[in-house]
């Protein structure tokens, strides 16, 4: 079946403007995760979620950041007030279940954000 | 806290050779699970293996092993006759709180032809 996807492949914005990151899990994938990976370090978490609910939201460096899904599928990372510090790739995972580390986390392609 | 050592930022190898790479990890967590991830310049994280904690068995998948250390933290990662699509950076991965992967900083392999 069709992986996690990611869109858009790529964002170049402006300092200080806004811009939402979608990610669209495997079908049927209750747990999803979000991290970010700046160059030439390992992904760093951010946020989890298990069905509509974020679970853990820990990872999120402040508060111009903010994740949602609404319906339980399909996830949007909102940045407000990007700054260059923000530019990294952003990537989405998800796993079946998401309960007690049990599962394997299947990752998309990333968002490679730069902001100017 | 939970941390992930890959000593190894990048290693070349000419094809054919066997290569070995290194990951040492920290958890205060009895229960916990390793993983290595590859991530060829397409950008995608590929899973490649997970173990648990309490599961010590050497594994062997086609060209790929990995062995596991409990007595010295590690989980280490073998490729056996190197191919240049083996190019890719390598990450280990520990998870202990049930969900959130703690990753190491990456291994980036080249395999020259």
Redesign the interface.
């Known amino acids: 079946g069709a992986g996690v996807s990611q869109t858009p492949s790529n964002k170049v914005t402006e300092k200080g403007k806004y811009v939402e990151l979608r990610c669209d899990p495997i079908s049927g994938h209750t747990a999803l995760y979000w991290y970010r990976q700046s160059l030439g370090q390992g992904p760093e978490f951010l946020i989890y979620f298990q069905g509509t609910g974020a679970a853990d939201d820990s990872g999120l460096p402040n508060d111009r950041f903010f994740a949602v899904r609404p319906e339980g599928s399909v996830s949007t990372l909102k940045i407000q007030r990007t700054e260059r510090g923000d530019s990294a790739v952003y990537l989405c995972a998800s796993s079946p279940a998401g309960t007690s580390g049990l599962e394997t986390q299947y990752f998309g392609p990333g968002t490679r954000l730069l902001v100017l | 806290a939970q941390k992930?050592t890959q000593a190894q930022t990048e290693i070349s190898v000419v094809e054919k050779e066997d290569v070995t790479l290194d990951c040492v990890y920290e958890t205060r967590d009895t229960?916990?699970?390793l993983?290595w991830?590859k991530q060829p310049p397409?950008?995608?994280?590929?899973?490649l293996i997970?173990r648990n904690s309490f599961d010590e068995q050497n594994e062997i998948s086609g060209r790929y092993s990995w062995n596991f250390q409990k007595s010295t933290s590690s989980f280490n990662f073998t490729i056996t006759a190197s191919q240049v699509v083996d190019s890719a950076v390598y990450?280990c991965?520990l998870?202990?709180?049930?969900?959130?992967?703690?990753?190491?900083?990456?291994t980036k392999l080249s395999v020259i032809p």
Do not use: C, H, I, P
């Not at chain 2, 397409?42 to 899973?47: K, M, R, T």
């Not at chain 2, 998870?95 to 990456?106: D, H, P, V």
């Open positions: 992930v229960t916990y699970y993983f991830y397409s950008g995608e994280l590929v899973f997970r990450f991965a998870s202990s709180l049930g969900y959130q992967l703690t990753f190491g900083k990456g």
